[in-house]
């Protein structure tokens, strides 16, 4: 006999977003999300509670691409921080969901010299 209950899970893009938020803002050399529309030609650092406006998830089926929009560190070697970002994205979204992922994006839409 079969222990699975009818019924389907449905998870949120929402809910994706703030895994993958999250794992990218654990990453070494991330300053923060970004908006992905530019404001008079600037990248806009988004507050904590905001994070979630600098990731889109979309659905193609059964398929899920990520895209990530971060400002990063100045002097960080910015393909090192974009490939970690995407293998840790990627390891927190598939182990939540017990799915893959088609693709993660990483877009930098700018660097923060530090202070």
Do not use: W
Request: aromatic content about 6%; charged content about 20%.
């Amino acid at each position: 006999m079969s222990n699975s209950i009818p019924g389907r899970i449905e998870v949120s893009p929402n809910a994706i977003a703030s895994l993958a938020a999250q794992a990218s803002l654990e990453c070494y050399g991330v300053v923060g999300m970004s908006s992905p529309n530019f404001v008079n030609g600037l990248a806009e650092l988004l507050h904590i509670e905001q994070r979630n406006r600098g990731v889109r998830v979309h659905f193609e089926g059964d398929d899920i691409t990520i895209d990530l929009f971060v400002i990063l560190q100045y002097g960080t070697r910015i393909s090192t921080v974009a490939d970690e970002m995407m293998k840790s994205v990627r390891f927190a979204v598939e182990r939540a969901l017990g799915r893959s992922l088609k693709a993660v994006n990483v877009h930098v839409q700018g660097l923060r010299v530090p202070q």
